[in-house]
């Protein structure tokens, strides 16, 4: 017997169909998140020095190989946006071969071009971004490992997305959970040394992030080709996609792919201006430690929002209730606030607390991480917000246009700050905070202005092929 749509999704209480949606992604997030936490914590406590070099090292190669392969997660948001839209008509042999289609060009592309190429390219890539040489010898083996086995992760992403926009939110936390206690399992016992395993360090945590999302990756597909999902294996097996379906799925997600890209890019380039700064490895390490890990608290549970909005926006279009969509999106965005003001007053009042979890006890590290935390304190409403009503656009299929607002507030706004004092040669630490803080705000408020309109909410999106 066929699994059933859930019609909770787009009718009944409209706090019970957000609530639905969004409980199971945010914790899913949540404990995603924190296994780099802990990897970052055992870094800082048993591979620890005075700059946090090991713990930078993390961040920086983490961050370089989102740029590179961020553009194909757009194949898996133009996938997620279909999905939700048909599963709203009910419509499960277009979502089958939607989902089967992406998984396809997705595997295609990871193991046969960005595993031998990131592997090749990943010294220019460091060198680019101008780190120290205490950051670069833990960064590039670190990163080179990423690209060679990463396929796992990004189809962990890809199943997640799948299953979340087809409205069975439970199975990819059950998964997550599984994903995350590997992990950590898997980095705890490779980063300290236990048994009869040496201690690897920085290589500990790059094996226990590319070797756990294997076991819940092949239970996920197991479960589709199994016939146990509301998504189902395709109406015939093909070994090439079909391009129709690549080129409809390509027209939604390359505009979010492209503000990915963007989005990295700014975070590399930020980068690369605390290079310049004094103490730039120490800057490096509080930037690890409060922004990508400490601040993910905000980020992982706005991305859960973010894709609950998507889904819930796109499902109700499919449905014809777009209004009721809208006024959802609302919902996960006041959600959303409510969490990271929680969070936010903890930075603000207990960041020594928080940067001893990672051993950053030295200077200038801890004073870097403390006037951090206390930007980010104000920046998380800003991005919680701002992630709602972002993927209220992007479940409708209008990605153009936060693409643009990505560009013009963390491209030219963030860096044109950043390269104004730095010319003047007075950028600091603090400075580059505040412009941190600055587009984050400003994103939010160009957000906003498009969101009160209505013209977004009939972006069409329809398959040639699904007539």
């Not at 780099?36 to 914590?41: A, F, L, N, T, W």
């Not at 006024?327 to 928080?354: D, E, K, Q």
């Amino acid at each position: 017997m066929l699994k059933a749509f859930d019609k909770e999704i787009v009718s009944g209480s409209l706090l019970r169909s957000v609530w639905k949606l969004a409980w199971p992604l945010v914790l899913l997030n949540l404990i995603n998140g924190m296994h780099g936490i802990v990897d970052h914590v055992l870094i800082g406590h048993f591979h620890g020095s005075a700059d946090n070099a090991a713990n930078a090292a993390i961040g920086v190669a983490w961050q370089v190989f989102l740029v590179i392969v961020v553009f194909i997660a757009s194949i898996f948001h133009g996938m997620n946006v279909l999905i939700a839209r048909y599963a709203g008509r009910q419509d499960r042999d277009t979502i089958s071969e939607v989902f089967y289609a992406a998984f396809m060009v997705s595997l295609i592309i990871l193991v046969g071009i960005v595993a031998p190429l990131g592997y090749f390219c990943a010294p220019l890539l460091l060198r680019a971004v101008n780190i120290a040489d205490e950051v670069y010898v833990h960064a590039l083996p670190y990163l080179r490992l990423l690209f060679l086995c990463g396929a796992p992760l990004f189809l962990m992403f890809m199943l997640t997305g799948a299953f979340h926009a087809s409205g069975e939110p439970k199975t990819p936390l059950k998964l997550g959970i599984l994903t995350t206690a590997l992990n950590i399992l898997i980095s705890s016992v490779l980063i300290i040394g236990i048994g009869p395993f040496p201690p690897l360090g920085v290589m500990g945590a790059a094996l226990g992030t590319v070797l756990a999302p294997t076991v819940s990756c092949g239970i996920g597909l197991y479960l589709v080709f199994s016939r146990r999902m509301i998504i189902q294996p395709p109406r015939r097996f093909r070994v090439l996609p079909d391009l129709q379906l690549l080129r409809g799925m390509a027209r939604i997600g390359i505009p979010t792919g492209i503000q990915g890209v963007l989005l990295n890019i700014a975070g590399v380039l930020l980068l690369r201006y605390i290079s310049t700064l004094e103490h730039s490895a120490a800057a490096q390490a509080a930037y690890t430690i409060c922004y990508a890990q400490l601040f993910s608290l905000v980020t992982w549970t706005s991305f859960g929002l973010r894709a609950a909005a998507g889904t819930l926006m796109g499902q109700n279009i499919g449905a014809g209730v777009r209004r009721r969509g809208k006024r959802g999106v609302v919902f996960a965005a006041c959600m959303g606030a409510a969490w990271s003001f929680a969070v936010g007053v903890v930075f603000w009042t207990y960041p020594g607390v928080l940067l001893r979890l990672f051993n950053a006890v030295d200077e200038p590290v801890f004073s870097f991480g403390v006037s951090l935390l206390r930007y980010l304190s104000l920046s998380g409403v800003a991005v919680a917000v701002n992630l709602a009503l972002t993927g209220g656009l992007q479940g409708a299929g209008a990605t153009r246009v936060p693409m643009f607002i990505a560009f013009a507030t963390q491209i030219v706004a963030l860096l044109s700050i950043c390269q104004f004092f730095l010319s003047m040669g007075t950028l600091t630490a603090d400075k580059v905070w505040a412009a941190l803080f600055f587009s984050h705000a400003l994103r939010l408020t160009l957000t906003w202005l498009v969101f009160r309109t209505d013209g977004w909410t009939h972006t069409s999106v329809e398959l040639e092929s699904a007539g």
